[in-house]
């Protein structure tokens, strides 16, 4: 019987839209392909995630990749915040499973930066029963640790518990443990499995 959900954030809760962030901004597309390249899909980006440098430390080196758009690179660090908005169906979602008897948690790859210019925006944070953010533990999924740390810590049985997240590896990673997973593509195809899951178990 499936007892526990698991939340990923980005692109499950929360959309994350750097380029169109950018844009907002007055980017040019070659210069939105380079801050893309050098902050965004640059291996720094999960290093942030898994918190292994200070914030000021990571916009050094992000500025390191493309000196010439050290002020550019500035901005965006400073305001990433505004790549994620919260998506319109996830506070309704959390709800709905609360009042029905769930307990919900987070487990997401998030970076310190980024958590404190958004956590405003992350309205779901009090209605869950417990969160986990990669940065906090120097982890990053599909790291088999990172599983087992949010079921120790909340004292989750893997095989009550289900794990929504959009990449396919960090559900392997999940299933490995004995968590029940489902890859999110969408709200209504994630509710949809959800639910025919949670009827099942």
């Known amino acids: 019987m499936i007892r526990n959900i698991i939340f990923d954030v980005g692109k499950v809760l929360v959309s994350y839209e750097p380029d169109a962030y950018m844009q907002s901004l ?14 965004f899909e640059h291996p720094l980006w999960d290093e942030s995630d898994q918190g292994l440098r200070t914030s000021d430390e990571f916009l050094e080196a992000f500025t390191a990749n493309a000196p010439e758009l050290a002020d550019e690179i500035r901005l965006v660090h400073t305001t990433v915040g505004g790549t994620i908005e919260l998506l319109p169906y996830a506070l309704e979602w959390i709800t709905d ?3 029905r008897g769930y307990s919900v948690y987070i487990l997401s790859n998030y970076s310190e930066n980024m958590l404190n210019q958004t956590r405003d ?8 029963d417990g969160a986990v953010f990669s940065y906090a533990l120097k982890l990053l999924k599909p790291d088999a640790a990172i599983y087992d740390y949010i079921c120790d810590t909340f ?20 299933e490995k443990k004995g ?22 178990t």
């Open 121 to 128: 925006k992350l309205k779901f944070l009090p209605l869950v």
């Open 26 to 39: 007055g980017f040019d597309e070659k210069t939105r392909k380079r801050i893309h390249a050098a902050v």
């Open 97 to 99: 499973l609360k009042e």
């Open 155 to 174: 004292r989750l049985k893997p095989e009550e518990s289900v794990f929504i997240d959009d990449r396919p590896e960090n559900i392997e990673g999940a």
């Open 179 to 200: 968590i029940h997973g489902i890859v999110f593509k969408g709200y209504e195809q994630g509710k949809n499995e959800l639910e025919k899951l949670l009827c099942e």
